[in-house]
């Protein structure tokens, strides 16, 4: 049983009359439980997008989504925000953690969203996710006190918290120095290790290297889908 | 979950404390202007209708010359005209129960304006000219002393009663009943002092005046004949409008007079100015409530606008809610609830301002500050009612964003 498959998926971007971008062109995917894999491509490529539409941020065009072995396609936005909530985590590029707010409420704050969490269950939960990432000491420091590693790592946390089938992960070493990357990659293998599936967008070699899998794109066409025989 | 947008809206603000104070300020400043303004008119209003309603609700005055048809046009008395309508037979007349069943009273006055000296204390000060039944009709009650009498009214008696101010200004402490004082070189013996009644309706102070015998003052003081005006005082004040009829009835048969139109007094009733009164007062306060409100939609206006900033600025941050799960009806809640939060914490303090402002207001006009529990609730419900109408649109902005492209947003 595949836990994401996907059949001829279809995403066009119309950017005024006469300019229609081709973004995905009927895609065929299928990823594991416990997968680790890295989607590959020059810029323009759909890399971003297949992302999105695997992660539920956008909607296919086209084709067909299971997750789960549930139909996603027809789903309302809604019921989409309700998976990304509970079933599925992002890591950012950007972190985009909330400014002026402490590690520990970032981390906690798609509790926030989900609708069974009091708040006590919810910071102990957020101190755990914390602990994970070994960030437990600075759980009150805000992100401009921390470094971009230590930012990303929250970030990490805060996709942990509500405890997803699948982690995003869309350039999550694009802001980083290379000893935070190796941190952060370190991090998401011992997570696959202990059986998370886990999915990322990179454009660096050597942070492919980490992942199980990986899979090329070029003009929104899948070119290679192979095991990575090189792994780290 | 609502709770915890209230949590968020606060820490939203909270992060932003000058702007969220300055936005507030608009509507701290519209709520406080309206409060004041109404609380104003409102006792402005009740000051002016107590002084005419402290005159006395079953009172007619007639005053020398006619008007004309105009209800409340100035009959020619008041113009500085001398009209010498009104004399002793048209008193007599008034006062006869078979012609005037609905009088009570009636109590003509004269005045006029005299240096009055006791020692060597002058002071100017406006003599009346009443009869004995003037304390009754008008409600003047004394601290020391005595009314004078129908005999003392007869008999040209020389005596007065000071109002208290003046009072204080010839005598100070000391107690005048039974001193003599000069009215223009004319000798009077003081017999009674009357209470305080500060400035009446139509801007006369009666605590600065002093009260004759009208024979007195007409004969020894004024050298004339007729009157200045008559008080009557009605039965009820349901007998007004027949106790009017009966006057002017009487009125016109002692003048000589066929049409009404050529009148030469005038009948008024405090109660027709009253209501005069009392609709100019809430046509200025509807109207100074109508100016307020401006600067409160203006400061309305001002919580749409920093909401849209708001919006605009926490584009990637509304963006992450959406991806980690949050869905439309969670971001239109969090940030209608800032501009709500916004508008409410402004319209307590601008209710509380206001409160502070009308009693301030109210010890300058001297009167008592009304600031009613409706005035109140109506501002608390403005200030919600504008949180949510000015706060849907960006909410509902930010609500309709899409994930990815917010979080693309730089």
Redesign the interface.
């Known amino acids: 049983m595949h836990l994401i498959r996907m059949e001829k998926i279809k995403k066009i971007y119309n950017n005024g009359e006469d300019n229609q971008v081709v973004a995905l062109k009927d895609i065929d995917l299928g990823i594991e439980q416990g997968d680790f894999v890295a989607i590959m491509g020059p810029s323009g490529s759909g890399k971003s997008t297949l992302m999105?539409v695997i992660g539920f941020?956008?909607k296919a065009d086209s084709g067909n989504y299971f997750f789960e072995d549930k139909n996603v396609v027809t789903l309302t936005?809604?019921e989409l925000?309700?998976i990304?909530?509970?079933r599925v985590?992002?890591v950012?590029q950007a972190f985009?953690l909330?400014p002026?707010?402490s590690a520990l409420d970032n981390v906690a704050?798609?509790m926030?969203?989900?609708?069974n969490s009091d708040k006590s269950s919810a910071e102990q939960r957020a101190l755990e996710m914390l602990k994970q990432v070994d960030l437990e000491s600075r759980k009150d420091h805000h992100p401009s006190e921390l470094s971009g590693g230590q930012q990303q790592r929250v970030a990490i946390a805060?996709a942990l918290v509500?405890d997803p089938a699948v982690i995003f992960a869309d350039e999550p070493t694009g802001n980083l120095d290379t000893k935070s990357s190796e941190e952060v990659m370190r991090i998401f293998k011992r997570l696959n290790d202990s059986g998370r599936t886990l999915i990322f967008v990179t454009h660096e070699e050597d942070v492919a290297a980490y992942a199980k899998r990986i899979i090329r794109l070029k003009d929104g066409v899948i070119i290679s889908d192979e095991l990575n025989r090189n792994r780290i | 979950m609502f709770f915890q947008s209230i949590k968020i809206a606060a820490r939203a603000l909270l992060l932003n404390k000058t702007r969220s104070f300055l936005t507030m300020l608009g509507i701290i400043i519209g709520i406080t202007a309206v409060i004041v303004l109404i609380s104003a008119g409102q006792g402005a209003q009740e000051l002016i209708v107590n002084q005419v309603k402290g005159i006395g609700s079953n009172l007619l005055f007639v005053i020398p010359g006619g008007s004309g048809k105009s209800q409340f046009s100035a009959p020619a008395s008041a113009q500085g005209i001398i009209i010498t309508s009104l004399v002793d037979s048209d008193i007599k007349s008034l006062r006869n129960k078979l012609l005037a069943p609905d009088i009570e009273y009636v109590s003509p006055e004269v005045r006029g304006q005299y240096t009055v000296s006791y020692n060597n204390v002058d002071q100017i000060a406006p003599v009346v000219g009443e009869d004995e039944n003037f304390g009754v009709v008008r409600n003047i009650n004394l601290t020391a002393g005595n009314w004078f009498t129908k005999s003392d009214v007869d008999g040209l008696t020389q005596v007065a009663i000071l109002g208290s101010t003046i009072k204080e200004d010839l005598f100070g402490e000391q107690d005048p009943i039974g001193q003599l004082v000069k009215i223009k070189q004319v000798s009077f013996r003081v017999v009674g002092v009357s209470e305080p009644k500060g400035v009446g309706a139509f801007g006369v102070d009666q605590d600065t005046q002093i009260i004759v015998p009208v024979s007195t003052a007409q004969k020894l003081l004024l050298g004339i004949n007729h009157y200045n005006l008559i008080s009557i005082q009605v039965k009820d004040a349901d007998s007004i409008p027949l106790a009017k009829e009966e006057v002017e009835r009487i009125l016109r048969y002692n003048h000589k007079i066929s049409d009404p139109q050529k009148d030469d007094f005038t009948v008024r009733n405090p109660q027709d100015a009253l209501s005069l009164l009392s609709n100019i007062t809430s046509v200025l306060t509807i109207f100074l409530g109508a100016i307020a409100g401006i600067s409160l939609l203006v400061g309305g206006i001002g919580i749409m606008n920093i909401m849209l900033v708001s919006v605009t600025e926490r584009t990637r941050e509304i963006g992450l809610r959406k991806a980690i799960g949050a869905k439309r009806k969670d971001i239109l809640l969090q940030f209608l609830i800032e501009a709500v939060f916004l508008t409410v914490l402004g319209g307590v303090i601008g209710i509380f301002l206001g409160y502070l402002g009308s009693v301030g207001i109210a010890l300058i006009g001297k009167w008592t500050p009304v600031v009613s529990i409706g005035s109140i609730l109506l501002a608390f419900g403005v200030c919600t009612l504008f949180g949510l109408i000015f706060g849907i649109y960006p909410a509902n902005k930010a609500s309709k964003l899409s994930p990815i492209e917010a979080l693309r947003y730089e």
């Open positions: 999105h941020l956008d936005d809604d925000a309700e990304r909530n509970k985590g992002f950012f985009n909330l002026r707010t704050l798609p926030l969203y989900a609708a805060r509500n």
